[in-house]
């Protein structure tokens, strides 16, 4: 089966993991800040804390921006449970914004509006805002941010898809308009560390609490320490934190994948450039790529007509072709669905679920697969 998306690992990442398991430290080394400081330098970003996944980084996050009972998130529905579940875990309601039909992201127009028909009628207002890079296409940053400043809420950037994006000429990640932005570092995603993640933020107050939230809320740090250090032992828990740490055996495979991330990128970005060249004279819809913005292609997703598209994806099965589909809209999940939300309440998102797929695209997919994807999307058109 050729699968729509997977890891490149080379005989480089394997000799650096090889490297840890013979040191002394397999997890709380070295390892990890070294991952940090590669991950911040790329991005341009001032911090970067590592933790064992991405939906572990989108927790701390609301718990650093001080998300709680009472409070409101609003994200995308076109998103992976991960990026509405983060504000369940600290006793937050979701709310959602649907998606712009072209981009395929958060509306800028739709979060404006709901922002202001909420402030008009007197209903609560978003503490924070998860704009999700979706497929690895920045959000309108620029207006998102802009909203936040007019609205008081902290943008939280769900940009697990999307290490190795660019907008407006900076790398998805330099946190330029938004609060924090997390990455998930799973096989399928842009670099893996297996199982990984990361928050990155310019902001010291919200990196100090990322820090503590991330390993159970204990510090060694004199100036977090609230009573006298009574030797060289002491430590304090301040606050109830979590054990999300990553291993060195991850941080060591994921600075060694940072190395190829711009040619992992790249690859992506021919290999979608070439679906779109195919494409353009079948019935087949694409996701639009702002001009602003460069794609890190975490996903290619195509639209074909909702009446075929269960069909084609059937297909393409049958023919070895493992396609996929993101995203059953999240509050059409029956969690989702218990808190109140149903079919029809973000339309375009549904609409836009009921038409999707995602085809392969990766760095290790070869030209020959390539055609052979081409070719049989073409034919499962022409069979329906
Ligand atoms: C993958 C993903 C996550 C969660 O990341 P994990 O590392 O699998 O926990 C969160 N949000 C989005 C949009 C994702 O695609």
């Not at 690992?9 to 397999?26: G, H, K, P, Q, T």
């Not at 739709?110 to 009628?121: D, P, V, Y």
């Not at 079919?343 to 679920?353: L, N, Q, W």
Request: proline share 5%; charged share 20%.
């Amino acid at each position: 089966m050729i699968p729509y998306g997977r890891q490149s690992i080379s005989d480089d990442d394997i000799s650096e993991v090889i490297d840890v398991l013979r040191s002394d430290w397999l997890t709380q080394g070295p390892n990890v800040g070294c991952f940090e400081q590669v991950v911040a330098d790329y991005c341009g970003v001032r911090y970067a804390i590592a933790v064992s996944n991405g939906t572990a980084a989108l927790h701390v996050a609301c718990l650093a921006a001080g998300l709680g009972t009472g409070d409101v998130l609003w994200t995308s529905p076109n998103t992976f449970v991960a990026s509405a579940n983060c504000a369940r875990y600290v006793g937050a309601d979701v709310d959602f914004v649907d998606i712009d039909p072209d981009t395929l992201n958060m509306s800028a127009d739709a979060l404006e509006l709901k922002l202001r028909t909420a402030r008009n009628e007197g209903a609560r207002l978003p503490k924070v805002v998860v704009p999700v890079d979706f497929g690895g296409l920045s959000c309108d940053m620029n207006r998102i941010s802009s909203l936040a400043r007019e609205y008081d809420f902290t943008v939280l950037e769900d940009a697990s898809h999307a290490i190795g994006g660019r907008y407006l000429d900076l790398p998805v990640g330099s946190c330029s308009h938004s609060d924090m932005a997390t990455f998930s570092f799973h096989p399928v995603k842009i670099v893996t560390t297996a199982e990984g993640g990361m928050i990155v933020t310019n902001d010291d107050a919200l990196a100090e609490r990322l820090r503590l939230f991330r390993s159970h809320g204990i510090t060694r740090d004199p100036a977090l320490v609230t009573g006298d250090p009574e030797g060289i032992w002491y430590y304090e828990q301040v606050t109830l934190g979590y054990n999300y740490r990553m291993t060195d055996i991850q941080a060591a495979l994921g600075a060694s994948q940072m190395k190829r991330i711009d040619a992992f990128v790249d690859r992506r970005n021919v290999v979608a450039a070439r679906y779109r060249e195919a494409f353009a004279q079948m019935p087949i819809g694409t996701q639009a790529i702002p001009s602003d913005c460069a794609s890190a292609y975490h996903l290619f997703v195509i639209r074909v007509d909702a009446a075929v598209r269960a069909h084609v994806f059937s297909l393409l099965w049958d023919a070895g072709i493992a396609v996929n589909v993101h995203y059953i809209p999240v509050h059409m999940q029956p969690y989702y669905r218990n808190l109140g939300f149903q079919p029809g309440d973000f339309p375009e998102a549904e609409r836009y679920y009921s038409e999707a797929m995602s085809i392969p695209d990766f760095p290790a997919l070869t030209d020959g697969e390539q055609t052979y994807v081409i070719q049989s999307v073409h034919d499962a058109l022409e069979a329906t």
